[in-house]
């Protein structure tokens, strides 16, 4: 998972792109897990069955939203009780990888081969 750079990090202007990109690509992202969210609550309460079972009732729900889609089927709107969590887990799990100040090689390598050269 790449991460943002941490505040106060970004000085070059590949990592200005790369913090852009991101930020972009993490709102589409976020927005797109929000609606499936939605439109199946149980994704956001939380799945109480066995953990064997968990994997397909994700992968079954990931089709029939897909279908949906294709389908032109309206977005659902938001449910009250049911808040879509993932803003908060994403925002979390991004927050503790900067603080434990962990080195992204891979983002690192990126920053330098990629948006360098834009």
């Given amino acids: 998972m790449m991460t943002p750079l941490a505040e106060g990090r970004v000085q070059t202007r590949e990592e200005i792109l790369y913090q852009e990109s991101q930020i972009k690509t993490r709102n589409v992202v976020k927005r797109a897990f929000g609606v499936w969210k939605r439109r199946f609550p149980i994704l956001s309460r939380g799945i109480s069955v066995r ?63 990629y948006f360098a050269r834009l």
């Fill in 51 to 113: 953990l064997i079972r968990v994997p397909g009732i994700i992968i079954a729900t990931a089709v029939l939203h897909n279908l949906a889609i294709q389908q032109n089927e309206n977005v659902p709107p938001e449910d009250p009780d049911f808040p879509v969590l993932l803003e908060e887990v994403m925002m979390h799990s991004s927050q503790q990888l900067q603080q434990r100040g962990t080195r992204n090689l891979e983002r690192t390598l990126l920053i330098e081969e």
